[in-house]
């Protein structure tokens, strides 16, 4: 019901926004001055205990998904209310390792260290992390400590930066500074290539001041600019990291 909600709230604007299922797609909609929207679903949960459901939401366009949400489900254990702190399961393997044949990228935000580590062993292909930030400078569980940021960065795949107030710090409201600390340290930690924004503004309510919607994330960027970044360095943190992976996962072959 929701992806048939999307598509045709799609098809009531379609001369200023459509529905990107490749790389490719999204440039194209950039060159005819469109809004690109990439479908993703957010806790495995989302396909029961039916292994066939994730190909039948790739085929509708699903373009990546995270394995959990706040609490363990029938595919891995959750960063949170994971008191056993279970991994991935069995169905869990199998549902990653389908994910990888059909070209769907693996989500680890949400997920706890145990599913993490687990699915970088199992997943052939780069996995990313959609929404989350550093544990060395806010410790949270949704957080990833320095350890986790290297591992995935000898994976290929990217970490986006959340601007949930809460995950940036706890002691005080959090700040643009603070968002571009933590977006700093994980480049420095894993490398320009494997750093994005994530921002969540679809499932948050505090930001920092000033990060209140989309629309105010170039401060981001021209803060990055005023320490040294190049204009390659932004391009790569604001998407093109993102669609690397993304391209990688829908072109091989899964192993």
Not at 64 to 82: Q, V
Request: aromatic share 6%; charged share 25%.
């Amino acid at each position: 019901q929701l992806l048939n909600e999307i598509e045709r709230m799609v098809a009531m604007n379609c001369t200023a926004v459509d529905i990107a299922y490749t790389p490719a797609d999204l440039y194209r909609l950039k060159r005819e001055g469109k809004k690109a929207i990439m479908l993703g679903i957010e806790n495995g949960y989302a396909i029961g205990k039916d292994l066939t459901n994730v190909e039948r939401f790739r085929n509708r366009g699903v373009v990546y998904m995270t394995l959990c949400h706040n609490g363990n489900n029938d595919i891995c254990g959750s960063a949170r209310y994971n008191d056993e702190y279970i991994g991935v399961t069995p169905f869990g393997e199998q549902v990653i390792r389908e994910m990888n044949r059909i070209g769907m990228m693996v989500d680890l935000s949400h997920a706890g260290e145990q599913t993490f580590y687990d699915t970088l062993d199992i997943s052939s292909k780069p996995v990313v992390c959609s929404h989350s930030s550093s544990r060395a400078l806010c410790d949270h569980p949704r957080n990833l400590t320095d350890e986790q940021l290297k591992a995935i960065a000898r994976k290929g795949g990217v970490v986006q930066v959340c601007l949930y107030s809460g995950f940036l710090r706890t002691d005080a409201p959090a700040t643009i500074c603070d968002a571009i600390e933590h977006l700093h340290h994980m480049v420095n930690i894993m490398g320009i290539e494997h750093v994005g924004i994530g921002t969540d503004f679809d499932g948050i309510e505090v930001t920092p001041a000033g990060l209140e919607n989309i629309s105010k994330i170039g401060v981001i960027f021209d803060e990055m600019s005023s320490r040294g970044y190049t204009d390659d360095q932004i391009e790569k943190v604001a998407g093109k990291n993102f669609l690397r992976v993304f391209n990688d996962v829908t072109s091989l072959t899964a192993k």
